[in-house]
């Protein structure tokens, strides 16, 4: 498992003093070398007892405005935050040897944003979506299939639960982290201030 990784090392001129540009650099390289779902986060929330628990879920946007994910708000990360807000993010990136670390706060997207992601997407995500009681015991996983199958063959047009929608996380903080050869990692954290971005190198 233990091996050295031959990345480029993290510059920091050619450090973009703007995390989202930095992200977007990122990411970028993310969807041209990574061989699976680049866009595969790991999101952290916390419950009201402090709990912390996580989960993989798939970026479907991001801008200034924040990162965009879409989930059931009843199931328990939407539980977590209606109680917590606070939202952690992680990318992983192991062809380029990378992590980006995001922490903000999450929001409800605008229904027209839920909506319209919703209308596109294929008709068994929908029906799943619409029949799903997200992290609740199933005993009857037959019958849901069923009705899932049920609901996908039928004429009826499925409608977007309104319990089914996106979140925005709005970042407070971004850490970049490049690994580097002989465990020479490089990484920069991007702190949000009154006057903009500050970013500080950190040990590694
Ligand atoms: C690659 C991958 C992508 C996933 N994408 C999503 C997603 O976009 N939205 C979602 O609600 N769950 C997604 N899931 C399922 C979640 O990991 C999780 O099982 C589910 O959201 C329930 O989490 P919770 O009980 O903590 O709320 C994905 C899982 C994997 C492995």
Redesign the pocket.
């Known amino acids: 498992m233990r091996k050295d990784y031959s990345p480029v090392p993290l510059d920091p001129a050619h450090l973009e003093q703007d995390p989202f540009l930095q992200f977007a650099k990122w990411f970028d390289q993310a969807l041209e070398f990574e061989q699976?779902?680049a866009n595969?986060m790991i999101?952290s929330?916390c419950d009201l007892s402090l709990r912390p628990?996580?989960?993989?879920?798939?970026?479907?946007s991001y801008s200034r405005e924040g990162f965009v994910?879409?989930?059931?708000y009843h199931?328990?990360?939407?539980?977590?935050l209606t109680a917590n807000p606070n939202i952690s993010l992680l990318f992983f990136w192991p062809a380029t040897m990378r992590q980006v670390r995001i922490e903000g706060r999450a929001h409800k997207a605008e229904e027209a944003i839920s909506e319209e992601y919703f209308s596109g997407r294929p008709r068994e995500s929908k029906a799943s979506s619409a029949l799903s009681r997200?992290?609740e015991p199933l005993f009857e996983k037959e019958q849901f299939n069923d009705n899932v199958k049920n609901l996908i063959e039928s004429d009826q047009e499925i409608l977007r639960p309104t319990h089914w929608g996106g979140y925005v996380v709005v970042p407070v903080s971004f850490e970049f982290w490049q690994g580097g050869i002989g465990r020479a990692h490089d990484r920069y954290l991007y702190k949000k201030g009154p006057k903009g971005w500050n970013i500080s190198p950190l040990y590694p």
């Open positions: 699976m779902e595969a999101v929330t628990s996580s989960r993989v879920v798939l970026l479907k994910f879409f989930t059931n199931s328990k990360k939407g539980r977590d997200q992290s």
